[in-house]
């Protein structure tokens, strides 16, 4: 690990101030991905600001019947909260299939929407990504590819999001609230938050440089049966190959989104109104367009029988 100065923010606004004045600046709060990104030098910030005594920890009731999730809510704090067990049971469960309990202890709510990606190759220093090292190549897209993502991908990257709660975020229609380095706020949904690599990959979400998030935001709670199915090579302290978030209505209808499968949590709205229809006519819209490596083929049909099983579980209600 290189050396790296150290300060403890006063204010969000002043956090994001000195992030955008001070190169190779960086924040910290639980630190669950970025400490080993520093430790193996793939995240190298000369100045950590650490963001932890910010009042960004409670989970709030909005007017309109919502919830305001601070940034640095910890994971197991917020799945264990009642507002969100009754309300958002797909986040609750998506946070508890995630990591492992020491992980979620520490891990926050901003911190879990920026995870970086678990490709083998970007943790490989000595090989070409261009997540690590923009116009270097991929060596995903040519070699081991079992984990690596199925649609929405490009010549430059094939790698995945990590993230279980962002798949349910999305699926929930979530809105990301940020500080700007002049003081300015602003809200971002959480469909735009998170960007497909295109020529681009290194640019993974929509934050400009110094920007904070200061919350996450729900809206109202959609009522229906709510899942989230992870399938997984081990039964905990694994990533997705699969998984699928859904809330279902008594008369067919709802919303479902991938994870394990794209860049970004995968949620296409168009694909939800073939519901009633069955889950093979959501998963031909959901899953339209699909570019698998030979290696990874296996998960199209795998995110079918894994969203067929979960409508027909959301049926039993």
Known sequence: ?????????????EAAAVAARTPGAKFIAGGTNLLDLMKLEIETPAHL?????????????TADGGLRIGALVRNTDLAADMRVRRGYGVLSRALLAGASTQLRNRAT????LLQRTRCPYFY????P??????????????????QHAVIGTSKSCIATHPSDMAVAMRLLDASVETVRPDGATRVIPIADFHHLPGNTPHIENALAPGELITAVTLPRPLGGVHIYRKVRDRSSYAFALVSVAAVV????RGRVALGGVAHKPWRVEAAEAAMPQGA??????LLAGAA????????ITLAKRTLAAVLAEAKKG
């Open 1 to 13: 690990m290189r050396a790296f100065s150290y300060q403890k923010a006063a204010s969000p606004a």
């Open 49 to 61: 600001i650490d963001v932890n005594g910010l009042a960004l920890d409670k989970v709030e009731d």
């Open 109 to 112: 709510t901003a911190g879990n």
């Open 124 to 127: 490989d220093t000595n090989q």
């Open 129 to 146: 990504c261009n997540k690590r090292k923009p116009g270097s190549g991929c060596a995903a897209a040519g070699g081991f590819s079992r």
């Open 249 to 252: 209505q008594p008369d067919g």
């Open 280 to 285: 093979a006519a959501v998963a031909e819209r």
């Open 292 to 299: 698998p490596t030979d290696e990874n083929a296996f998960k």
